[in-house]
Structure formats: structure tokens, C-alpha cells
């Protein structure tokens, strides 16, 4: 309180009584030194040091700085440092506290903020820059850029503090001014600081210009003011546009694009100048900068345009507000059609979806859409939709939509254009009645409209116009046009509208409104081309051919002009082949097209260039195959079957000599698919008269009557009868008619026809007659009255190839009722082929020339002595073809024919009697198993040697089959080279055995189906035959099973047993060679154990007295576990004492198999009990004790 109330003149001697008194109150009175006394700090500690206070950096504390205890009013108070307190603090800068330090950092900045610190000089200001920088200033705190300037620093120094101190959003001119001066801003370094680059704007607007569109100026989100000036100087600026700058120029716009919307003035502001410097660029470069450019006046939503507030345009000084709202984006069209053409417009600029713009604006974009008309070179049709649909229809009025409508359909000359644009301009100007004129006026010129054009037309009238069309065509032509959708309108074809004008394409010919006209203007601007042929030409003339529509080609000059440049020689010989095919069909399609009464003059005018086209052009390779092929192609292309083939006559008159070339373009022409070559029901028909007469006026040019046929043959067309012959009958009665008639002649009469018989006339509806006319019934006729069987078979067999034989058998079918005229004089050996042949198809010729070919060879020799085997055989063959179809009549067939009868016709008489007469009746034809047992017997008896046919059909006899049975096992062993061809293996005896196996399983297989089927088993004899047959040798064991299953209980009659039985378990067997397996006897065990008992007991007395061999041990089994007579059990047991220990173990082992596992046991010595007991015996104490007692 003594240091704070004192005067100044007691203040050492008051710090002296303080410091003896309370040296620890030094903190608090260096804090009253300071900020009640307003001691310097360095004052203070000198004042307190004199006193004997104890002073160093433990006082200075941010308690000592920021003091509220010592202030007068009580408030908290910052001591005031000057430049030497703040040096005597950084003395004790690593032993001050943190807050201390950032405190001292502030007040430093503060003080360098402050006018006192514009003098700070440099040197100073950096000994101290561990102190300013601790604490980094607040954006208020930042010092001026003025206070940067002048410390003559370097220039990583001078930028830390710009970064880190320095305010460079204040006036950075000076600033900008020294660091250019120093070299500190170097054109190759990229610039980012907004200060610097808005200073050096204000400062050198053009090098900022030239470091903008070199990239090394980087702004993101610029501020508007900057960006105003920076688009202003580069619009003032004269440096090259080279591509870097044009790059670096196009991100300039796309930020501003991205951040400037909202700055509306700014923006308009800017417009100009970038629209100045995108006129300086490239077309292909300008398109991205004015998309973005126009999305800085877009709002946000889709469609929504920015509001710019604009100085009214008539504001005077009395005005309240001088100032309107208007749309951004109309500012900016209106500043953008000034520079930018239409195709800009429409490729680059964003549209708008609604907008409503002043009317000067309007006039203003109406004129310049005009003017644009104008410009041919730059604007294409396609644009020119875009900007009406885009931007015409949606900121201009009706009447000057309607205006620039009209013009803009005479500068496209475009009927897609004029189509494609019709509904828009329609719906803006209400259907204004100016566009219908326009268009049925254009319509009307087009003398060769194609139908989809004019429908095309009526469909879009009928949508706009539907009172005038209703009008005009009336309800019932109405009424399907209002059901009709219009389909959507084509494709504009490309092109500026310069050459829409002076195109030379085909699109551009084919769209064009007046194409007529435009073809021959394009042809007269080319006189010279079939001398000059160089290769752009070609690929006009490729271009014509390929592409123009045929309706063009109906001006006789300009096909004759065609004609002549295809005629002339060019280096592409196969494009130019190409050509040619393409220029021929478009002939073809026009002179369809025209085939009407009221232009028939121009078909025989396209067919009259064509032939001359033909006969004139060297590049067709052969001419006839060149036609056909397009004739091909122009029948496929023909729509519906009403194709009309005489406008073609002079075509085909011209280029078909012979009868076999115009068949062959017929062909061509009518187009028959593969499927269908020979189907003569489902073919077209040729009923134009002059070509028909064309026909068979060739056909009879022909001298070979056999000629004329088979061309007739070959036709897959009709030729059929005007319909007043009277030709229209009833289908059904004429279906009647043929059978009859085919029917007539079934019967095979015995005696020799009356060759001199005239040929029954031709009455009935003959379907040659309906299907080739009477000319052709006339040539077949002509050629039968001298037909022999070999040109028959010609004519309808075709030959070897496939597709004459389908011909063939197709036209026998047509002259079925016309061969009823056929007669055969005679028949000579080497004709029976032939004639049997022609039976075969004809069979109403059957009673004609059946006796004459059974006739045939009786005066040259027996049928027999013919020296090749094959023609023997061939006769055989067509023989049996002929007799197949009807019973044989033996009295009446020659005996040389007999082996040809249809044996399955063939009655058991029939079979008597050619079996007697030696003839080789074949088994499997005759029906074996359904004859009596008379002729079974007689049949088996024929084939007595033929051991494959015993064993396949003696088991199907219906009575005993013992003596057949005794032959098959008599022929086995003499069969050896029917064996081996029968048997597989390698070695000659396997294969002996296999095939015996299996002819012995035919055998068995036979005879189980037999007795099963039949109800018929076999007999004592045969089994005992059949068994004793089987055991010569081993049979394998599928036969071994079958064997086995013709003693089962379903298989055997129990009365016809017991022999067999007793054979069986007597065979012996021989491993290897001879004897029954296992599976037979266990099968003859159970057979024995269905017995009788009695007959059973005399059964094992038989086996077993008198025996001295041992029993199969399997048999032996079977009698130990049954109860056996007492005469039987001494026999039993004397074959068991044959046994050694290993047959009674396998003996036993027998026994414990037949018993089950668990359960009951039922198999045991049920007789011979003691005598098996010592066995089972000691074969349980051997055993296994673990096991159970069975074991």
C-alpha cells in the first residue's frame, strides 16, 4: 500500500522498507509498479533490484500482467510493454510459462498492428520471432499488408509471415509491388494466395492474365471481385490462346460455374469479357466453356433461371429506385447470340425449360435465328430442330415461330428435316394453317413421293389437322387414320445447310423436297465423270447405287447415265461387280413399281435399260448366272404372290435362248425355298400368257421329244389352263375319278394284252392337264406314244442324282392318269428291270405288262443263264415288287418266278406246293408259327439240314419236337465252320464253344418261351434228348440257367420228372469239357423234393444201388437232411463212408449254410442223426468257444 499511495520522492525509500520487511511481495509489487505507477517492466525490475528485491524470471508471471486487484475501478488491466520490455522478457523466454509466452506473443502482435510498429525494423523483428510466433493471431489480429513491406527478408522468411501473420485480404498492392521488385513472385511458381493474386490483379492486370491461362494461378472459390477482374483482364489481354491457355482458360469458367452463381452482378459483369475471349477460340474448344459458362445463371432447380438487379434502362434522376430485376440468363443470351453461332447455341449452351423474356429480347433472338439461316457453312439440319424445339417454340411468339418455320424448311430442303419439325412448330403456333399449305404444297411437287412419305404426311395431318383431313377423305378414310399412331418422325438426315443445297450424296438426294430435280442438277455437275474416275468419284457413284431410292431411277437420263458410268472401267473391279448386282436389282424393284396401267410406259422403259445394261456392262462375268441371281434376289425382296412376269418378257426373251436357260430364270424368279423344290402342289403358278407362250415355243425349238419332257419335268412352276376350259372341277370327284382309274388296272390278269388297243382317251381331270395346261399335257402325250421303259425309268427316277429323283417321283405323281396311254408292245430280258420299275409307280400297269415280263427271256434261254449275278438278283428284286402286293397265283406265274411270291400271302396249299416243286421257302417270312402242324412238319422237314433254322423254329411246331431235338444235336458236331462264324475268341476252339453256346441259347431261350406262352412242355423223350444234348459239352452258365429253370414247378409237368431227375443227378461231370453244372442239379435236388415219397424213395434206390463211384457230394447233401427209406439209409451211409475229412468237413459246411444265422434251424440229418452227431461233435470243439453253439 506504501509503494502504491507514496510519493515519488519516498517510492525507493517505500521499496526499501518493502524489501526488508516482505521480500515476498515482490511479484505483487512489480505488479504495482507496472499498472499503478505505469512503470516500464524494465523500470520496475531496476527500481526493485536497487531496493534489495530479489528479481528474475520467477516475477514475471501472467498474474503481473493481467492485474485486476491493483486497477482502480477494479477491472482487469494488460500491462503496457514497450519494444525494451519485451526484449528483457525474451531474455527469460525458456523459463517462462506457456501462458506467459503466449500472452507476450499477442501484446507483441498488437503492438506491431499498432501505428508505433509500422517502424519496427526488420532485424529487430526476427531476433524476436520465436516470441511473435508462439501464438498464432486471431483474423483480427492479423497485421495490415502494409506491415510486411520493407523488412528485407528472404523469401521463405517473408512468406511464413504472410501466411502466418499478415491479413492478405486488405490492400496488397504495395506488398504485390516489393515482391515483384525482389523476385519473390516468379512466373514458373504457381500462385494460390487470394491477396496476392487480387493484388497483382490491381497491380499488373496483364501479367495476372497471362499467369491465369499459363496454370500458375490457382484459385479455389475466388472471390467475386477477383474473378470480375481477372475475366476482364484476360479479355483485355493480347497473349496467344495457345492450347494450354485455352485448357487453364476452360477451368477458369467451369470454377466460376461451380462457385460464383449466387454472385448474380458479378456474373452478368463477367459475361462479356468471357464471351469475348471464347470468340477468340476454337469451335471445338468454345463448346465446354459456354456450358459452363451458361450454368452460372441457372438456379439450382432444373429449368429455374437467377435474378440480377440491372439499372433500369429508363431510370432518371427523379426515380425512387434505379434499379430492376430481370433474369441472369436472359442478360446472358442476349450478350451470348451476339457472339456464338446457332450450332453453339444448340450443342453448348444449357437451355432453359421456361422463361419468360422481354419482347426486345425477343426480336433480338428472332433476327439473329435469320441471320443464322444464313450462315449455310455452320448450321445442320439437325441443329435446326434442336433450336426449335429447344429454344424458339419456348422464348419466341407464335408468329415468329411460324416465320422462321417456313424459311427454315426452303434453307433445309430436308423432308425429314420439314417432318421432324412439324408437330413442334404446329403446337407453338396452334396449328397456324400457313404450315399445312406449306406442306401439301411440297407434298404436291413431289410428282414420286414414296406411300411411307405421303402417309407419313396424311398420319401428322390427320394428329394436327383431323377437321381438314375428316374433310378431304371422308369418314370411311377417316375413321382407320384416327385408330393409327403416327409413327415417330425420322431421322434428320446430317448436314449443314450449305449442303442441303449442294449435296451430292444419296441421304441428301433421297431427303431432299424436290429429289427429282436434285438428281439431275448432282448428274449435270458431273459431265466428265466416266473419263476422270478417280476415287472419290467412285465412291459417289458407290454411294448413288447403294443408297439412292429406286423411285429415282424411273428418269430415263438418269439411268442412262448410270448405265454409262458402270459401263466404264474402274480400278475396284469387285466393288464395282457390287455395283452392278445393285443397279440391276433397283431396275427390277422400279419396273414392279411401276407395272400399273398408268406407268406401265416406264416399267418397259426400266426393263429396256436393264437388257441394255446387260448386254452393254463387261464386268458381269457370265450374264445368264448374273440374272439369276438377281432375279433371285428380286423375288425374295417381292412382297405378297401376286408377282406379274410380263413386264419382264423382253428380259427374259433377251436373255433366254433355249427352253432349259428361261426355266432356269423362272426359277430364279419365282424363289423356292429348298424345302419346297419338288413340292409341285405348294408352287407358283405362271399365268401370264406371253411368258407361257414364251415357254413351250422353246420347248418345241427342242428336236428330242425325251428332251422337251424332262425339261417339262424340271419346271417347279405351273403353267395351268385358262380357267374357261372348264378345268374348275369338284377336287373330291376328281379324287374319285383317279382312284377308280388306279384301281382299274389292279387285278393281274393272266393273259397277253391286246398291244394293238388304242389309248383310252384322257377324260378324266387329268392333274398334268391342271397343273401344265394343255401344252404340256400335249408334249407328255407326244413323248409316250414312243416311250420305252428304260426312258420311262429316266424320266421318272431321276437318275443318281437326289434332285432329279425328287423331280421325278414328283412327276409321276402329275402323270399318273395320263400313263393309262402307255402301252408295251414287248418286253425283252434286259427291259424287265425297267418295266418292273415303272410298275412299281404305276401299278394300274400291272395287268398290262405283268405277263409280258413274266414272259420275258423265254426265247433267248432260261432266266437263270444270265452271267452277271447282280442282274439276277436285280430281277429277283423287282419281281417280288410287283408280285408283293396281291396272293400268288402259282397256275398263272411262271415256275421261274416261284421263288419271288410274297411268302406271307402265300396259303399252307401254296407252301405244299413249293415246297414240292423244291422251291427254298424262307422260315421267317412264311408266319412258321401260325401254320398247321401239317405244314410245320413239312417246312422242318425242308430245312432238315440247316441247323439254324431248326433251332430258331422247331421250338415254335405245335406238336413233339423230339425228333427235331435229336437232329439238332446230330447237325452240332458237323457245324463246325457255323460255329466258329457264330463264336467269339481268339483260339479256334473258343470259338467252337462260344457259338455252340449260343445257338444252344437260341435253343433253350425257344423253348422256355414254349412252354410258357404255349402252355406246351416238353415230353420225357425230349427232355431226356434235350438234357442228354446239353451235357455233351459244358454249357456255360447263362444256358446252365435256363436249364436249371425248365425243371422249376412252373416249367415242367410234374408226371414227365422223375427220368430226368434221375439223369441228371446221375450225369457225371467232366470240369472243363462235358457234364451239367451245380445250378442244374441243385435244380433237379429240388425237383426231387416235390416227389412223391414213394416216388422219391424209388428214385434214390435207382441212384444209388449198384454204384461204385461216389455221388456228388451236393446230391449226397440233399440226401442226408431227408428222411429216407430204411431201404435207402445203408446206400446213404456206405457213398458217406467214401468220405475223406475234408469231404465230410465240406459236407458239414453245407449243412451250416442252409441254416439260418439266427432262428430256428431247419436243415439237418433228419435219418442219419447218429451218424452226423460225433461230427457236429467234434466240429463244435474245434470251433472258435467265443461263437455261438450254431457255429
Not at 525458456?94 to 498492428?113: I, N
Not at 520465436?130 to 527478408?153: D, I, N, S
Amino acid at each position: 500500500q506504501a509503494v502504491r499511495t507514496c510519493d515519488t520522492e519516498r517510492l525507493e525509500q517505500s521499496l526499501a522498507e518493502a524489501a526488508a520487511a516482505f521480500p515476498g511481495c515482490a511479484e505483487r509489487v512489480l505488479a504495482v509498479l507496472i499498472h499503478v505507477r505505469a512503470f516500464s517492466l524494465a523500470d520496475a525490475l531496476d527500481c526493485m533490484k536497487a531496493a534489495g528485491f530479489r528479481v528474475g524470471h520467477a516475477l514475471l508471471t501472467l498474474e503481473v500482467f493481467l492485474s485486476s486487484s491493483h486497477a482502480h475501478d477494479g477491472r482487469q488491466s494488460e500491462a503496457r510493454l514497450t519494444l525494451a520490455d519485451f526484449e528483457l522478457a525474451f531474455t527469460f523466454w525458456d523459463k517462462l510459462e506457456d501462458a506467459v509466452k503466449a500472452w507476450l506473443s499477442v501484446s507483441f502482435v498488437r503492438v506491431w498492428q499498432s501505428p508505433a510498429g509500422a517502424g519496427l525494423p526488420g532485424p529487430l523483428l526476427f531476433r524476436l520471432k520465436e516470441l511473435w510466433q508462439h501464438t498464432p493471431p486471431t483474423a483480427k489480429q492479423r497485421l495490415p499488408p502494409a506491415r510486411a513491406c520493407g523488412l528485407g527478408r528472404s523469401k521463405e522468411e517473408t512468406f511464413d509471415l504472410l501466411d502466418s501473420h499478415v491479413d492478405l485480404n486488405g490492400d496488397t498492392t504495395a506488398l504485390v509491388g516489393e515482391l515483384l521488385s525482389r523476385g519473390f513472385l516468379p512466373p514458373d511458381e504457381t500462385l494460390g494466395r487470394h491477396g496476392l493474386i487480387g493484388g497483382l490483379v490491381w497491380t499488373r492486370p496483364e501479367l495476372a492474365a497471362e499467369r491465369l491461362l499459363a496454370g500458375t494461378i490457382a484459385l479455389d472459390k475466388p472471390q467475386p471481385t477477383i474473378a470480375r477482374a481477372l475475366a476482364a483482364a484476360i479479355a483485355d489481354s493480347s497473349s496467344e490462346l495457345t492450347d494450354r491457355a485455352v485448357k487453364h482458360f476452360g477451368r477458369f469458367v467451369d470454377l466460376l460455374s461451380e462457385s460464383l452463381p449466387q454472385s448474380t452482378n458479378a456474373a452478368l459483369a463477367m459475361a462479356g469479357p468471357l464471351l469475348a475471349v471464347a470468340a477468340r477460340l476454337k469451335e471445338e474448344e468454345r463448346r465446354p466453356i459456354l456450358g459452363a459458362l451458361s450454368g452460372i445463371y441457372l438456379g439450382p432447380a432444373p429449368g429455374e433461371t437467377r435474378v440480377a438487379e440491372v439499372v433500369h434502362p429508363r431510370a432518371e434522376a427523379w426515380f425512387t429506385n434505379r434499379t430492376v430485376l430481370q433474369p441472369s440468363y436472359e442478360i446472358f443470351l442476349d450478350t451470348a447470340i451476339r457472339a456464338i453461332s446457332l450450332r453453339e447455341l444448340v450443342g453448348a449452351v444449357r437451355p432453359v425449360e421456361s422463361l419468360r423474356v422481354s419482347r426486345g429480347f425477343q426480336e433480338r433472338l428472332h433476327a439473329w435465328a435469320f441471320a443464322q439461316l444464313e450462315r449455310r457453312d455452320a448450321t445442320s439440319t439437325q441443329q435446326l430442330l434442336q433450336f426449335l424445339t429447344r429454344w424458339l417454340v419456348k422464348l419466341c411468339t407464335a408468329e415468329q415461330v411460324v416465320t422462321w418455320w417456313l424459311r427454315a424448311v426452303d434453307a433445309a430442303n430436308s423432308w425429314s428435316f420439314l417432318l421432324a419439325s412439324l408437330p413442334a412448330a404446329s403446337a407453338a403456333s396452334e396449328c397456324d394453317e400457313r404450315l399445312h399449305a406449306r406442306v401439301a404444297e411440297l407434298l404436291e411437287g413431289d410428282t414420286c413421293a414414296t406411300p411411307a412419305r405421303a402417309d407419313a404426311v396424311l398420319l401428322a395431318f390427320a394428329a394436327l389437322w383431323p377437321q381438314k383431313v375428316l374433310s378431304q377423305v371422308g369418314i370411311a378414310a377417316w375413321l382407320p387414320l384416327s385408330r393409327r399412331r403416327a409413327s415417330p418422325p425420322p431421322s434428320v438426315v446430317s448436314g449443314t445447310l450449305a449442303s442441303a443445297r449442294t449435296a451430292e450424296s444419296a441421304a441428301h438426294i433421297n431427303d431432299a423436297l424436290a429429289p427429282e430435280a436434285e438428281m439431275a442438277r448432282v448428274l449435270a455437275a458431273h459431265p466428265l465423270m466416266h473419263k476422270t474416275k478417280t476415287k472419290r468419284e467412285f465412291e459417289q457413284l458407290e454411294d448413288w447405287v447403294l443408297r439412292l431410292e429406286p423411285r429415282l431411277l424411273r428418269a430415263a437420263p438418269v439411268q442412262a447415265r448410270l448405265v454409262e458410268l458402270l459401263c466404264a472401267t474402274w480400278s475396284d473391279r469387285a466393288r464395282l461387280l457390287v455395283l452392278c448386282e445393285k443397279f440391276a436389282f433397283k431396275l427390277l424393284v422400279v419396273s414392279e413399281t411401276c407395272a400399273r396401267p398408268a406407268v406401265s410406259s416406264f416399267a418397259m422403259a426400266d426393263i429396256a435399260s436393264l437388257v441394255t445394261f446387260l448386254r452393254k456392262c463387261p464386268h458381269l462375268g457370265g450374264k445368264h448366272d448374273f440374272l439369276k441371281r438377281q432375279l433371285a434376289r428380286y423375288a425374295s425382296a417381292s412382297t405378297g404372290g401376286g408377282l406379274k412376269l410380263a413386264p419382264l418378257l423382253p428380259l427374259l426373251e433377251a436373255f433366254a435362248p433355249t427352253a432349259e436357260a428361261l426355266i432356269d430364270l423362272l426359277h430364279a424368279l419365282l424363289y423356292f425355298p429348298l424345302f419346297e423344290m419338288c413340292n409341285f402342289e405348294m408352287c407358283n403358278d405362271v399365268v401370264d400368257p406371253p411368258v407361257v407362250a414364251l415357254l413351250y415355243r422353246l420347248l418345241a425349238a427342242e428336236e428330242e421329244v425325251e428332251r422337251r419332257v424332262l425339261l417339262l419335268r424340271s419346271c417347279r412352276f405351273r403353267t395351268p389352263p385358262p380357267p374357261e376350259r372348264d378345268e374348275c372341277v369338284d377336287s373330291e370327284a376328281f379324287e374319285a375319278a383317279v382312284t377308280a382309274a388306279a384301281t382299274a388296272g389292279t387285278g393281274v390278269a393272266a393273259a397277253t394284252p391286246d398291244v394293238g388297243d388304242a389309248p383310252p382317251p384322257l377324260d378324266l381331270p387329268c392333274p398334268l392337264f391342271r397343273h401344265f395346261g394343255p401344252h404340256g399335257e400335249a408334249v407328255v402325250l407326244e413323248y409316250l406314244r414312243s416311250a420305252s421303259p428304260k426312258s420311262l425309268v429316266k424320266l421318272f427316277g431321276g437318275g443318281g442324282e437326289a434332285e432329279a429323283q425328287q423331280e421325278g417321283a414328283a412327276f409321276a405323281k402329275l402323270c399318273g392318269v395320263a400313263m393309262l396311254s402307255w402301252r408295251l408292245a414287248a418286253c425283252r430280258l434286259e427291259e424287265v428291270a425297267d418295266v418292273l420299275t415303272v410298275v412299281g409307280w404305276f401299278p394300274e400297269a400291272r395287268s398290262r405288262c405283268a405277263p409280258l415280263v413274266w414272259g420275258a427271256g423265254d426265247d433267248s434261254g432260261r432266266f437263270e443263264a444270265l452271267a452277271v449275278e447282280s442282274q439276277v438278283e436285280q430281277h429277283t428284286a423287282q419281281v417280288r415288287q410287283v408280285l408283293a402286293s396281291t396272293p400268288p397265283d402259282l397256275g398263272a406265274l411262271p415256275r421261274k418266278w416261284w421263288h419271288c411270291v410274297p411268302w406271307g400271302r402265300c396259303t399252307e396249299a401254296d407252301l405244299a406246293q413249293l415246297v414240292g416243286a423244291g422251291v427254298e421257302v424262307p422260315l421267317s417270312e412264311v408266319g412258321f408259327a401260325a401254320r398247321g402242324w401239317p405244314t410245320q412238319q413239312l417246312l422242318l422237314e425242308a430245312h432238315a439240314d440247316d441247323v439254324a433254322a431248326l433251332v430258331e423254329f422247331a421250338p415254335q411246331a405245335e406238336g413233339p419236337i423230339g425228333v427235331y431235338l435229336q437232329r439238332v444235336f446230330e447237325l452240332l458236331p458237323a457245324s463246325d465252320s457255323l460255329l466258329r462264324k457264330l463264336g467269339d475268341g481268339v483260339e479256334d476252339e473258343e470259338r467252337l464253344q462260344s457259338g455252340w453256346n449260343q445257338l444252344l441259347h437260341t435253343l433253350l431261350a425257344k423253348i422256355k418261351l414254349r412252354i410258357r406262352e404255349q402252355g406246351n412242355p416238353l415230353h420225357s423223350e425230349e427232355q431226356l434228348l434235350l438234357f442228354g444234348g446239353c451235357a455233351t459239352r459244358l454249357a456255360d452258365p447263362s444256358n446252365s440257367t435256363l436249364l436249371a429253370d425248365l425243371m422249376e414247378a412252373k416249367l415242367v409237368d410234374p408226371s414227365h420228372i422223375f427220368e430226368l431227375i434221375k439223369f441228371v443227378l446221375g450225369c457225371k461231370y467232366v470240369p472243363n469239357q462235358s457234364g451239367l453244372l451245380h445250378v442244374v442239379r441243385d435244380s433237379a435236388l429240388r425237383a426231387m423234393m416235390r416227389l412223391d415219397k414213394g416216388e422219391r424213395d424209388e428214385l434214390h434206390r435207382t441212384l444209388l444201388q449198384g454204384r461204385e463211384s461216389a455221388l456228388p457230394l451236393q446230391v449226397l447233401f440233399s440226401l442226408a437232411v431227408t428222411e429216407l427209406d430204411a431201404s435207402v439209409q445203408p446206400l446213404v451211409v456206405r457213398q458217406t463212408e467214401r468220405l475223406d475229412a475234408d469231404g465230410w468237413l465240406e459236407l458239414l459246411s453245407l449243412v451250416k449254410d442252409a441254416n439260418p444265422v439266427s432262428g430256428k434251424v431247419h436243415t439237418f440229418p433228419r435219418s442219419l442223426g447218429p451218424l452226423f452227431a460225433e461230427r457236429f461233435l467234434a466240429r463244435y470243439l474245434r470251433d472258435d468257444p467265443t461263437l455261438p453253439p450254431r457255429h
